[in-house]
């Protein structure tokens, strides 16, 4: 009885609805769903859309094998919860090739056998995407020369290295990832 | 993760009202560490109010020719922004030397100030640990502290706030605006962020319900030059072992101005007042810098595997102030 008047005397939890319904462009389809607030753009992508190049890897923000595109920029996929991404245009490593022919940074890396066993491969093409419309549109790094000139950035190895550390490579394919990018630069 | 709500408030004031409605909200950025916090249990909030979406996201002059940075601004949107690159040189160096390019895509200049300790026992919900459990207790303190504080720390809480950006903002004088229950109000940066004393769990001044709106920067020093250096166990992506950001100018040889401020050293973005005051019109030497830097970090309490800090702080700051005074003097011949 004790336990009863107890619970009497707390208020009432409120009700929170704990899912949402949301539209994602994804490679170019419109779908809508419905989502718990608790999966990430990188779960959803994986289990709603059977889209399983984005890889799973620390699932902590550290590592980039989830590196998607959203709304055109690269991001860390396990990191975004899909509730939030209403609206979003999402590009995966399924979406970049334009019909039979390869995305120029994904015939790079096969030309330059830029991988061993691949896992981390689908976020590193997804971030150098990314990365090289940044230094296209002028955003500086780490290493660029403080009194560098606006505009576009020319990217050599260090420039790459440094805008490519959010992507591990557990096999140490860095040295092919470097030259793939810069095949694709030339 | 716990399962919890989410909405999407259209203007700053809904924001607020959202929070204050009942326990257990929390404001969402980007989510690159709230997100990564609820994954590990630190962190589990009823409801998400999602502030990404507001209209923060601007970086616009203020009247006086200083700086207004809306609360929403990516981190990568902000360290590419052309007013930054070129009358705060310090705050874009900080904000690229944080982070990776994804999560500089995603982090928030609000989120980026509100961010946690990487302090490992925090980050465990295994682990005893006073600012996330009060009176849990501290393993730290006996524990892996090697790039935890020298500076500021309490026999509670050894955490070291992960910042880079705050530590360019406090060199330059940043002020945080906020918006709460009870209003509006505006906090020196070098205020915001607390030391831990008796109460760790505390890591700001903020209080429950209020929101980060902006960050304002006063007009650049004119002649000034400004700089952000990082120390990390590896080149990149990496939290600071040490970080310093520094302005300074010099004329006839002698400091006119200088402002000070390191990072990686304390459970807030240090800045080295004392150090400054023995800079003002001292003479612009190694020297003079040494004997400021030494009394600055006199007061530095390092832990059993810490102590290297000291001296790399010291010599890094060195070393910033030495190339400030190089561009200076090459500047003005």
Same mark, same amino acid.
């Given at each position: 009885?004790?336990?009863?008047?107890?619970?009497?005397?707390?208020?009432?939890?409120?009700?929170?609805?704990?899912?949402?319904?949301?539209?994602?462009?994804? /490679?170019?389809?419109?779908?809508?769903?419905?989502?718990?607030?608790?999966?990430?753009?990188?779960?959803?992508?994986?289990?709603?859309?059977?889209?399983?190049?984005?890889?799973?890897?620390?699932?902590?923000?550290?590592?980039?094998?989830?590196?998607?595109?959203?709304?055109?920029?690269?991001? /860390?996929?396990?990191?975004?919860?899909?509730?939030?991404?209403?609206?979003?245009?999402?590009?995966?490593?399924?979406?970049?090739?334009?019909?039979?022919?390869?995305?120029?940074?994904?015939?790079?890396?096969?030309?330059?056998?830029?991988?061993?066993?691949?896992?981390?491969?689908?976020?590193?093409?997804?971030?150098?995407?990314?990365?090289?419309?940044?230094?296209?549109?002028?955003?500086?790094?780490?290493?660029?020369?403080?009194?560098?000139?606006?505009?576009?950035?020319?990217?050599?190895?260090?420039?790459?290295?440094?805008?490519?550390?959010?992507?591990?490579?557990?096999?140490?394919?860095?040295?092919?990832?470097?030259?793939?990018?810069?095949?694709?630069?030339? | 993760? &716990?399962?919890?709500?989410?909405? @999407?408030?259209?203007?700053?004031?809904?924001?607020?009202?959202?929070?204050?409605?009942?326990?257990?909200? @929390?404001?969402?950025?980007?989510?690159?560490? +709230?997100?990564?916090?609820?994954?590990?249990?630190?962190?589990?909030?009823?409801?998400?109010?999602? *502030?990404?979406?507001?209209?923060?996201?601007?970086?616009? @002059?203020?009247?006086?020719?200083?700086?207004?940075?809306?609360?929403? *601004?990516?981190?990568?949107? +902000?360290?590419?922004?052309?007013?930054?690159?070129?009358?705060?040189?310090?705050?874009?160096?900080?904000?690229?030397?944080?982070?990776?390019?994804?999560?500089?895509?995603?982090?928030?200049?609000?989120?980026?100030?509100?961010? @946690?300790?990487?302090?490992?026992?925090?980050?465990?919900?295994?682990?005893?640990?006073? &600012?996330?459990?009060?009176?849990?207790?501290?393993?730290?303190?006996?524990?892996?502290?090697?790039? +935890?504080?020298?500076?500021?720390?309490?026999?509670?809480?050894?955490?070291?706030?992960?910042?880079?950006?705050?530590?360019?903002?406090?060199?330059?004088?940043?002020? *945080?605006?906020?918006?709460?229950?009870?209003?509006?109000?505006? *906090?020196?940066?070098?205020?915001?962020?607390?030391?831990?004393?008796?109460?760790?769990?505390?890591?700001?001044?903020?209080?429950?319900?209020?929101?980060?709106?902006?960050?304002?920067?006063?007009?650049?020093?004119?002649?000034?030059?400004?700089?952000?250096? &990082?120390?990390?166990?590896?080149?990149?992506?990496?939290?600071?072992?040490?970080?310093?950001?520094?302005? +300074?100018?010099?004329?006839?040889?002698?400091?006119?101005?200088?402002?000070?401020?390191?990072?990686?050293?304390?459970?807030?973005?240090?800045?080295?007042?004392?150090?400054?005051?023995?800079?003002?019109?001292?003479?612009?030497?190694?020297?003079?810098?040494?004997?400021?830097?030494?009394?600055?970090?006199?007061?530095?309490?390092?832990?059993?595997?810490?102590?290297? &800090?000291?001296?790399?702080?010291?010599?890094?700051?060195?070393?910033?102030?030495?190339?400030?005074?190089?561009?200076?003097?090459?500047?003005?011949?």
């Amino acid at each position: 009885m004790d336990s009863l008047a107890l619970g009497a005397d707390l208020e009432p939890e409120p009700v929170v609805d704990e899912h949402s319904t949301v539209t994602l462009f994804v /490679n170019g389809e419109e779908t809508t769903l419905t989502v718990d607030h608790r999966a990430t753009v990188l779960e959803t992508l994986r289990e709603r859309f059977g889209l399983t190049g984005a890889k799973k890897g620390c699932d902590h923000g550290q590592c980039g094998a989830c590196t998607v595109l959203v709304d055109g920029r690269r991001i /860390n996929s396990c990191l975004l919860l899909a509730v939030t991404q209403d609206g979003a245009t999402v590009t995966t490593v399924e979406g970049l090739a334009d019909g039979e022919s390869l995305h120029p940074v994904q015939q790079a890396f096969v030309e330059r056998d830029a991988l061993q066993c691949g896992f981390c491969t689908p976020g590193q093409i997804c971030s150098a995407v990314g990365m090289l419309r940044e230094a296209a549109d002028g955003h500086p790094s780490h290493v660029t020369p403080p009194d560098t000139e606006t505009g576009p950035v020319a990217l050599d190895a260090d420039e790459i290295r440094e805008r490519m550390s959010g992507n591990l490579c557990r096999c140490g394919a860095y040295p092919r990832i470097v030259e793939a990018i810069e095949d694709v630069i030339e | 993760m &716990k399962p919890f709500g989410y909405a @999407r408030p259209a203007s700053t004031d809904e924001a607020v009202r959202l929070c204050a409605a009942g326990p257990g909200a @929390r404001f969402l950025g980007g989510g690159t560490n +709230l997100v990564d916090l609820m994954k590990l249990g630190v962190e589990t909030p009823r409801i998400l109010i999602d *502030v990404s979406g507001l209209p923060l996201d601007r970086v616009t @002059r203020t009247a006086d020719g200083g700086l207004s940075i809306g609360a929403t *601004v990516r981190n990568s949107d +902000l360290a590419s922004h052309p007013d930054v690159t070129e009358d705060y040189p310090a705050l874009s160096q900080a904000l690229l030397a944080g982070a990776s390019g994804q999560l500089r895509n995603a982090a928030t200049t609000g989120g980026n100030l509100l961010q @946690r300790t990487r302090c490992r026992y925090f980050q465990d919900v295994s682990k005893p640990c006073n &600012k996330r459990l009060p009176g849990s207790g501290c393993p730290a303190l006996e524990g892996t502290h090697r790039d +935890l504080a020298i500076l500021g720390h309490s026999p509670e809480c050894v955490a070291t706030n992960p910042s880079d950006m705050a530590v360019a903002l406090a060199a330059l004088d940043a002020t *945080v605006l906020l918006v709460g229950p009870e209003g509006e109000r505006a *906090v020196p940066l070098t205020e915001f962020h607390r030391l831990p004393g008796e109460n760790p769990d505390q890591d700001t001044v903020i209080r429950p319900g209020e929101l980060i709106t902006e960050v304002v920067l006063p007009p650049p020093v004119p002649g000034a030059a400004s700089r952000y250096r &990082k120390a990390r166990d590896r080149a990149s992506f990496a939290f600071a072992l040490v970080s310093v950001a520094a302005t +300074l100018r010099v004329a006839a040889g002698r400091v006119e101005h200088a402002t000070l401020a390191f990072g990686g050293v304390a459970h807030r973005p240090w800045r080295a007042r004392r150090a400054e005051a023995e800079l003002r019109d001292a003479p612009a030497t190694p020297a003079a810098f040494q004997h400021a830097l030494i009394a600055e970090l006199a007061e530095a309490r390092p832990l059993r595997d810490n102590a290297f &800090k000291v001296d790399l702080a010291r010599r890094l700051a060195l070393d910033v102030l030495g190339e400030l005074t190089e561009r200076q003097q090459a500047r003005t011949g």
